[in-house]
């Protein structure tokens, strides 16, 4: 075999940070290649090298049949062959789908094409039906959710059918059913096409399943590398967080405690039916179901994001004011979206100032001056707890790798020390590492009084954090398990078996 | 003919041909010469110099940037053009005077963009910069005089119609040649920005810059050709502007900038860029043509004009802002 990509002792620094440091590997031809690395290990920064966003300080890169290269010039790795599935996306939002995924052309050229419109649609169907997916080609992309936009980039970089297309975190998004069919469809693509993949994922069972092979960045440098079948999950962590990391369970749920969250009768309209639970002072409520299944929108109702049309959520006996959010907040609640790039973030404020953006108020003389000193302290108190890496908490927000973006919404919204917190998918994008450090914090906060839920797609995180797991389906409450010694098998069968009915 | 001329792009055309028959009705209740044909065909030669420009300017507003320069871009087309013909003693067809013009002002635009793209400021900055260049340039080395003598051709442009129609009064109600000249060049903007890899890419580039510049779009060229086109759409404004007056004036058109960008702007083009269209531009400027020359008619003193303009563009931009806002519904985009 050959090698269809060759990527030489590449270094890259921003400012006084090293993201990569002589960091070498080859992609072969008709094999999909695993990266994986925590939070800012770079991964994102060898990606953007490759497709030649950004020029490597040291070192080249080079595909197969063509020259060295280090410096900015994207069209160049487009037409040598090579896709991107950025992690940003890099979407037109006020596009169409079918524009987003066959564009007029690359050119500039003053020549009218009378029917590009048409062919675009045909081009994009083709290329979203190939994902299984039924979005339809005319609809501006702005208007998308996150879960569809993913499904878009994706469909651009295969429709044009590319000698390699690099993946960075392209199932970060999706549900289990999208996820499959990605995976599938990459497979089918290396197998019938002998297209070669650059593969980044933090989901190490997915890369286990579709890698040939393996490079594990640490700190912008190779920790280690080789043919998949060397690894495993656990070794894959080791490497690239180098610490054991132990699957932990909650700690015992509380009893005895008062409740602190009573739902009655909740609806929402199109989405929710009837739903009642209670949720203890202490006690963590995963919420479980496929897309669709109501999951997210009674996480948003809990928190006044979304109009209930009947029924009650009470907050320590008070009801709240359905679809009012700043009563929620008033009333103790925080909602973590599960969006953190369109969500949540002043992009180009410091570090600092976005985790602090949540408690500036508490901090405010009855004067209205700011104490400055205590609101910073407070936000890098959080920062610290859930390990956000930067070299300076003044630096933008935009200078943070994904994962790292994430844990400071994360950081917001706990230096409120709310009593509900309300999590969408709380790691998704992040690394194995800080997974755990974040369900740590979960577990912590649980302990110290506060109520948990969390709605998530990711099974071993609701069995990891959550002392009962609802499971929605078709918008009804369908089972109501103590995870005790609750299997992933035993959880995915429940949240499952419904929709296949259906 | 939504199609043609690309409603997709002009959401807000709805609110602007609301507001323009809105004022029609008020005008009309209260001065019945309002809707007599005379007053009309006056409203359509009035929008015809703007029209150009915000052709022009719609080009730069969907890239993402901004031009401000572009009426000094007008005056110094023009009147060099008209030095330039009146030296050779120029007599053939008006065709040429439009061609160079086109070309002077082609070339000020590209002057534009060159800064843009070298220096990587804010156009708003750039273009302000130019603006006082060019008009500097034009009043210390070109002129300050009116010209009243035009090459030959350019007085029967002046007097062609393309339609004439008696009033009962006696007079004569004539729409102008012009309008025609409106017409064509909106459409080939329309033709550019719909069909041409290079329309398409502009509304890339002003969608997401970013992401252009990974999907290899040649973002510098095309920077060059917006800012190209808006200078010669200025150049042919400027010749038009002086047949029309019958006089090569210094003084004319600028000051005029606000008018066109809010006609733009109504018309849906949004300042962040990506977003508008030619059908709501040529609405947005017959809705301001509409205000600037019937308020009087209307017995509504002339200050007032102003405001009205404001509360226009007031409404014109908060409208799509309020439309996205109360349309998302989707949970997963809340916030
Ligand atoms: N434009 C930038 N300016 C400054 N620092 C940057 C910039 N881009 C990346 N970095 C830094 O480079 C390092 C590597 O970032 P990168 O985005 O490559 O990480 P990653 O492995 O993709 O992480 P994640 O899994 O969170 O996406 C990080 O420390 C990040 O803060
Ligand atoms: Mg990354």
Redesign the interface.
């Known amino acids: 075999m050959s090698a269809v990509l060759t990527v030489a002792e590449v270094s890259r620094s921003f400012g006084g940070v090293r993201a990569l440091h002589n960091v070498s590997l080859a992609v072969e031809q008709g094999a999909v290649h695993c990266l994986v690395g925590e939070n800012g290990s770079g991964k994102s920064t060898l990606t953007k090298i490759i497709?030649g966003?950004l020029s490597a300080d040291a070192g080249t890169v080079a595909m197969a049949g063509h020259e060295p290269r280090s410096g900015v010039n994207?069209?160049?790795?487009?037409?040598e062959g090579i896709s991107?599935i950025?992690q940003d996306l890099?979407?037109?939002?006020?596009?169409t789908v079918a524009?987003n995924i066959a564009?007029?052309?690359?050119?500039?050229?003053?020549?009218?094409?009378?029917r590009?419109r048409s062919s675009a649609k045909r081009a994009a169907a083709a290329a979203l039906e190939e994902l299984g997916s039924a979005i339809s080609p005319t609809t501006v992309v702005e208007?998308l959710?996150?879960?569809e936009r993913q499904l878009v980039a994706i469909a651009r970089a295969m429709t044009r059918r590319p000698r390699m297309i690099l993946m960075d975190e392209p199932t970060a998004a999706l549900t289990h059913q999208e996820i499959d069919r990605l995976l599938a469809l990459v497979r089918r693509l290396r197998d019938e096409h002998s297209m070669s993949f650059m593969f980044i994922s933090h989901k190490l069972n997915e890369v286990l399943e579709l890698a040939d092979s393996v490079t594990v960045l640490r700190n912008g440098v190779v920790a280690s590398e080789g043919p998949a079948a060397d690894y495993t999950i656990e070794r894959l962590s080791n490497d690239m967080t180098g610490r054991t990391i132990s699957s932990a369970r909650p700690t015992k749920a509380p009893t005895g405690r008062e409740p602190r969250l009573t739902v009655t009768g909740l609806c929402v309209k199109g989405?929710v039916e009837d739903i009642s639970f209670e949720a203890a002072e202490g006690e963590v409520i995963g919420i479980g179901g496929l897309l669709g299944s109501g999951r997210?929108?009674l996480a948003?109702s809990l928190c006044g994001?979304?109009k209930s049309s009947e029924g009650s959520v009470e907050i320590d006996g008070v009801a709240l004011r359905p679809g009012h959010f700043q009563d929620a907040i008033k009333r103790g609640i925080a909602y973590v979206?599960?969006?953190r790039l369109?969500?949540?973030l002043f992009l180009d404020r410091s570090i600092r100032d976005n985790a602090a953006a949540a408690v500036a108020s508490e901090h405010t003389s009855r004067l209205g001056a700011l104490n400055r000193s205590a609101l910073h302290a407070t936000a890098e108190h959080w920062l610290g707890q859930l390990h956000v890496k930067t070299p300076d908490y003044n630096d933008a927000v935009n200078t943070l790798s994904g994962g790292n973006q994430q844990r400071v919404v994360l950081s917001k919204w706990l230096a409120r020390r709310p009593r509900l917190l309300i999590l969408n998918g709380p790691t998704v994008g992040v690394d194995v590492g800080s997974r755990h450090d974040i369900h740590e914090t979960i577990r912590h906060l649980a302990k110290d009084g506060t109520t948990v839920i969390i709605a998530s797609d990711d099974l071993p995180e609701l069995l990891a954090v959550a002392h009962r797991v609802l499971v929605l389906s078709s918008g009804q409450l369908r089972h109501d398990i103590l995870t005790g010694d609750l299997t992933v098998q035993a959880l995915w069968e429940a949240i499952s078996a419904d929709s296949a009915l259906s | 003919m939504k199609r043609i001329l690309g409603i997709a792009q002009d959401a807000p055309s709805s609110f602007v041909l609301v507001s323009i028959g809105a004022l029609y009705v008020a005008f009309i209740a209260r001065n019945s010469a309002f809707i007599e044909l005379p007053h009309q065909f006056a409203i359509l030669r009035s929008s015809i110099v703007i029209g150009i420009m915000a052709l022009g300017l719609l080009l730069v507003l969907i890239s993402g940037g901004i031009d401000v320069s572009f009426t000094a871009v007008a005056v110094l087309s023009m009147y060099s053009t008209v030095q330039i013909l009146n030296g050779v003693d120029y007599g053939g067809p008006i065709v040429v005077a439009f061609l160079i013009a086109a070309a002077i002002g082609g070339l000020l635009g590209l002057l534009n963009g060159a800064l843009i793209s070298l220096l990587r400021l804010p156009t708003l900055i750039v273009t302000l910069a130019t603006l006082t260049l060019f008009r500097g340039f034009m009043l210390f080395f070109i002129g300050t005089d009116r010209i009243r003598e035009l090459p030959a051709q350019m007085k029967p442009f002046a007097r062609s119609t393309i339609v004439s129609v008696a009033t009962p009064n006696g007079g004569k109600a004539s729409l102008h040649v012009g309008i025609l000249l409106l017409v064509g060049l909106a459409l080939a903007v329309a033709?550019?920005l719909r069909?041409?890899?290079?329309g398409?890419?502009i509304?890339?580039i002003?969608?997401?810059r970013?992401?252009?510049?990974?999907?290899?779009?040649?973002i510098r060229?095309?920077e060059l050709?917006v800012y190209g086109l808006a200078g010669s759409m200025a150049g042919i404004a400027g010749v038009v502007d002086a047949a029309l007056i019958r006089a090569a004036d210094p003084f004319t058109i600028v000051g005029t900038e606000l008018d066109v960008l809010a006609a733009v702007v109504i018309g849906g083009a949004a300042i962040t860029g990506?977003?508008g269209g030619v059908l709501g531009t040529f609405l947005g400027v017959i809705l301001i043509a509409l205000v600037d020359s019937s308020l009087v008619l209307a017995g509504i003193p002339t200050e007032w004009q102003k405001l009205f303009v404001g509360l226009f563009i007031l409404a014109g931009v908060m409208l799509p802002a309020l439309r996205t806002w109360s349309?998302r519904t989707?949970?997963?985009?809340?916030?």
């Open positions: 497709a966003v994207p069209g160049l790795a487009i037409r991107v950025y890099a979407l037109f939002p006020n596009l524009e564009p007029c052309e690359r050119t500039a050229s003053l020549t009218p094409h009378w590009w208007r959710p996150t879960a989405a997210t929108e948003l994001l979304l979206p599960e969006d369109t969500e949540g | 033709v550019l069909w041409t890899p290079f398409r890419a509304y890339a002003g969608g997401n970013q992401a252009a510049e990974r999907a290899g779009l040649p060229r095309v050709g990506g977003r349309t989707d949970p997963r985009t809340i916030e």
